[in-house]
């Protein structure tokens, strides 16, 4: 089992920043990738930003140049989403997504609860 702790969703008014955290423990022998994906009310949940093991970046095209993703350097299952000049449009749930490697040849999937960020204008 793999347990994901997400933190720092909150208010914030439009401009301002915010920083996600998601910690991953449990049964990991290697994350392939971490990140987080988003979801507002009534459209489809869509990439935020992901970080791959071999430290490549992939971001949303809406986030490109606002937010940025990382590792945390003392704790390698640590990821985290620097949020800056956010907007309005950016108000949404936000999970975090990351895949296991078993050791085993598998690969699974697994999400956090959902952290919600709001940003008001």
């Known amino acids: 089992q793999v347990q994901l702790v997400e933190s720092g969703g909150g208010l914030v008014q439009a401009g301002g920043s915010l920083r996600l955290s998601c910690a991953a423990s449990?049964?990991?022998?290697?994350?392939?990738?971490m990140g987080w994906y988003r979801q507002a009310p009534g459209k489809q949940r869509e990439l935020v930003a992901q970080?791959?093991?071999?430290?490549?970046?992939?971001y949303g095209v809406s986030v490109k140049g606002r937010f940025t993703i990382s590792r945390d350097n003392n704790a390698k299952n640590t990821v985290y989403v620097q949020m800056n000049s956010l907007k309005p449009e950016d108000t949404a749930v936000y999970y975090c997504?990351?895949?296991?490697?078993?050791?085993?040849?598998?690969?699974?999937?697994?999400w956090g609860q959902g952290t919600q960020v709001t940003v008001s204008s």
């Open positions: 970080l791959t093991s071999g430290g490549m970046t992939n």
């Open positions: 449990g049964s990991i022998f290697r994350i392939n990738y």
């Open positions: 997504n990351v895949q296991i490697h078993d050791g085993l040849g598998s690969l699974a999937d697994y």
